[in-house]
């Protein structure tokens, strides 16, 4: 089993910046943000889901940050969460922190906190399954506006 936190330097080459849909303060970051890397000799691509990336950057909050987890997750992309939201219990870093933490990334070695995550498949009667989701803390099972029984495994 690998340990929660471990120290590691990571290359980075490439970054994803993925902003908060609507706030031109993320907007106004992530502008910075891509200045920095261009700087830095690194490609930035824009709020696109690239597998590619060597890391991502979420400007936003709780919900940006869990829009994106899963496609992190299955690609073995790090994330860093930088709160421009409301709550920011998964953000790590405020808005102030983020152009001094990005650049301890590329400089040297960070702590990398190793989440788990929960899957989920929906089996229809006919035992098919749907493609399987992903969620970083919690996925909500709803049966929508007809009532049914659900059977959960």
Not at 40 to 60: K, M, V, W, Y
Not at 108 to 113: A, D, H, L, P, R
Not at 114 to 137: D, E, Y
């Amino acid at each position: 089993m690998t340990a929660f936190r471990t120290k590691t330097k990571i290359t980075v080459t490439k970054a994803g910046i993925i902003t908060r849909e609507d706030h031109p303060p993320a907007a106004a970051l992530a502008e910075k943000i891509r200045d920095r890397l261009d700087q830095r000799g690194i490609t930035a691509c824009s709020d696109q889901l690239e597998a590619d990336c060597d890391i991502l950057i979420i400007l936003g909050g709780d919900g940006t940050l869990l829009r994106v987890a899963g496609h992190a997750a299955c690609n073995g992309i790090p994330v860093i969460g930088i709160n421009m939201g409301y709550l920011g219990f998964l953000t790590e870093l405020a808005e102030d922190e983020a152009l001094h933490a990005l650049d301890e990334i590329i400089d040297g070695t960070v702590t990398v906190e190793r989440r788990m995550m929960l899957k989920a498949l929906l089996k229809s009667q006919g035992g098919s399954c749907s493609s399987p989701r992903f969620g970083l803390n919690e996925i909500v099972i709803s049966k929508g506006t007809v009532d049914r029984v659900l059977e959960l495994n």
